[in-house]
């Protein structure tokens, strides 16, 4: 199936620093990336839709300016933690759509680990 | 609105058993129906899917899941499971199109017993 990437795959940063998360689609183009936060042991849970081109969607009580996406290209879209504190220590994982009429569905990346000191 | 309920939290089964995963849905329109795993630590695996069609899906590792419109559920099953599914799963939900973002359930956690 295709393949999308995350990296890194773990970060450690002090609190105040900023991080900046990357998700590549490596053998499709993506015009539809999504970002989700997982905190251990529970569900993910939806940050925003990145779409190539345009603004990013944010999800109710998101911030936006705390979280910044960026979808500069059809393969890439990051995501950039502002000034960090240990309460946005988790697990964030990509997701890519493949719009492909053969596939039409999205595929998850490996997952970020951050963890704010 | 849309929303996911696993109602298992953790689920023990020993090696070579049955399985059911029990997910019920709500959600507006015709629903897309996934099932995701996740290893420790990992990020997730598609299972399988329901669009429309058959209502039983098969999916990949031996999984199927049952697609019932009247009990708003898409159960997961495996007839028999190996050490090697112990994991968490997740149900999931979304748009009539991959476009539209997966809203996902609280998940499962599937322990298995030698």
């Known amino acids: 199936g295709a393949v999308v990437s995350q990296h890194p795959s773990w970060v450690i940063c002090k609190s105040g620093t900023s991080v900046k998360i990357e998700c590549r689609s490596l053998d499709f183009q993506a015009t539809t990336m999504f970002w989700y936060r997982q905190f251990p042991k529970q569900s993910l849970m939806l940050m925003a839709t990145s779409n190539e081109g345009s603004k990013a969607t944010y999800e109710q009580g998101v911030e936006k300016d705390k979280f910044l996406i960026n979808h500069a290209s059809l393969t890439l879209s990051t995501l950039t933690v502002t000034s960090a504190h240990p309460e946005d220590s988790s697990f964030y994982i990509c997701?890519?759509?493949?719009?492909?009429?053969?596939?039409?569905?999205?595929?998850f990346g490996p997952g970020t680990r951050l963890t704010v000191l | 609105a849309q929303s996911v309920t696993q109602p298992d939290i953790h689920i023990t089964v020993s090696e070579g058993a049955s399985l059911e995963l029990r997910c019920n849905y709500s959600?507006?329109?015709?629903?897309?129906l996934f099932w995701y795993v996740q290893s420790p630590g990992q990020g997730l695996q598609l299972l399988l899917k329901?669009?429309?069609?058959?209502?039983l899906v098969q999916g990949i590792k031996g999984f199927e899941a049952e697609f019932k419109r009247s009990q708003s559920s898409f159960n997961l099953r495996k007839p028999s499971v190996h050490w090697s599914d112990a994991a968490e799963y997740f149900c999931?939900?979304?748009?009539?199109?991959?476009?539209?973002?997966?809203?996902f359930g609280s998940g499962t956690r599937l322990s298995i017993r030698p």
């Open positions: 997701s890519a759509r493949d719009s492909r009429p053969s596939t039409d569905t999205q595929y």
């Open positions: 329901y669009f429309s069609g058959d209502t």
């Open positions: 999931a939900v979304g748009a009539f199109s991959s476009a539209s973002k997966i809203i």
């Open positions: 959600y507006g329109a015709t629903p897309y």
